[in-house]
């Protein structure tokens, strides 16, 4: 009997304790997670802080503002101020005085090639030349004897052959010398040189140096770079979104990286071509030309798309915390908010004044005003708060260290 009795009593005791233990762990897990969810967003001030900091309050307002595209980008020079100098005949490099950096002018000799092949364009240019004026004489003799019926006709078109046939060689050469800086009309049997100058196509600046004195260099081997400065754009990277806002004409400002001066351009040319990365090259010309400024330089711009009325907020309003954006309103005016059901704790909240922090998205800034997009129900009519929003923030931070 004694024996069923302590039996029964441990039963029950064990049923106690399990029944204890589920009650308990169930307290701990839903008090603090209601509590936490209900403060998370929520501050408040007291009646004498209130009036401290001095709380003003306005609301949403709809302003013109000038609707803008940031980018980035570099400083580049068109195609045709980019030169690369080379010489359709190979030679040995007899003299440049070029450096990197250094400016040239149009027309200005950049080096000398030296080849033997030289020699002999000059030499057949010179002996064709003299006989060609020799066919030409007895061209001219041979048509006067066919008007009289004196001399075959076969003779004169042999002649006629000859004389086009000489033409064309001399022509032919006149062209290649030519092209390596001769100037046939000046050649003579007393000036024959083995050298050629390479002058400058542009004025500008020298940017490759790839060749030294005495190296031999192939035919179309690249020898030097020349850039002309005086001409370059900002080339921007616009994102495929922005890209229906894009204008011919609109104006850019923008700044170079560890520079404050702004610049300005307009734009010229839209790309055609979405990249892989969903964006599309923007073409902008400089409105005014800086010797200073270097192609590959980074940028970063603003694209001044037009007016656009949007909603907006004061500056002061909207406050910045862990890289996102909020602002205060009045906590009573917060849509579906949930009041204190009984007399005595609405009498305590009385005493105090309670804000509520929004998470917002902001758009473009001007003249101390930006645009914001509200939370999808926000009521557009709620108090917010105007001055004294950062010290709001300030008191949430506060309160949460505390905790």
């Known amino acids: 009997m004694k024996q069923k009795i302590f039996n029964s009593f441990t039963i029950l005791s064990l049923i106690a304790i399990l029944f204890s233990a589920c009650s308990s762990k169930e307290k701990t897990v839903t008090e603090p997670v209601e509590k936490k969810t209900e403060d998370a967003n929520s501050v408040e001030l007291t009646e004498d802080q209130f009036k401290t900091v001095n709380i003003q309050y306005g609301s949403v307002e709809e302003k013109n ?10 400083l580049d020079v068109p195609p045709q101020q980019l030169i690369t100098i ?12 070029l450096l990197q950096g250094k400016p040239v002018a149009k027309g200005e000799v950049i080096a000398v090639l030296e080849n033997p092949e030289f020699i002999q364009l000059q030499q057949d240019y010179l002996d064709y030349k003299s006989q060609l004026a020799y066919l030409k004489e007895e061209l001219d003799r041979q048509q006067e004897l066919a008007k009289e019926n004196v001399n075959a006709k076969k003779t004169l078109q042999k002649v006629s052959s000859d004389y ?21 009309d000046k050649i003579n049997p007393n000036n024959i040189s083995p050298k050629a100058n390479i002058y400058a196509p542009i004025s500008g600046y020298v940017t490759k140096v790839l060749v030294n004195i005495g190296k ?3 035919a179309n081997q690249e020898l030097f770079e020349i850039i002309d400065t005086r001409h370059m754009h900002a080339e921007l990277t616009i994102f495929e979104k922005d890209v229906p806002k894009l ?10 990286n560890n520079e404050t001066k702004e610049r300005f351009a307009e734009v010229h040319l839209i790309g055609r071509e979405i990249s892989a990365e969903r964006t599309v090259r923007v ?3 400089l409105l005014q030309e800086d010797k200073n400024l270097l192609p590959g330089m980074y940028l970063k711009a603003i694209v001044e798309t037009g007016v656009a009325t949007t909603s907006a907020l004061p500056d002061k309003a909207i406050v910045q915390s862990a890289g996102k954006s909020y602002i205060f309103i009045a906590a009573d005016e917060m849509k579906d908010e949930k009041k204190p059901a009984d007399t005595e704790k609405n ?10 922090r929004i998470e917002i998205t902001t758009g473009i ?9 509200l939370p999808e129900g926000f009521n557009k009519n709620s108090k917010i708060v105007f001055k004294g929003a950062y010290d709001l923030l300030s008191k949430m931070n506060n309160v949460e260290e505390e905790e």
Do not use: C, D, W
């Open 283 to 285: 073409h902008g010309h």
């Open 65 to 74: 503002l000038s609707s803008v595209i940031r980018a980035s980008g570099v």
């Open 247 to 256: 204008k011919i004409g609109q104006k850019i400002r923008f700044v170079l």
């Open 86 to 97: 080379s010489s359709p005949y190979g030679g040995t490099l007899k003299n440049t005085e």
């Open 216 to 218: 031999f260099v192939n």
């Open 347 to 356: 009498e305590v909240a009385k005493k105090h004044i309670a804000f509520k």
């Open 365 to 373: 800034s001007e003249n101390g005003y930006t645009e914001v997009i």
């Open 164 to 184: 086009n046939s000489m033409m064309a060689r001399v022509q032919g050469l006149k062209s290649k010398l030519q092209l390596i800086n001769i100037n046939p």
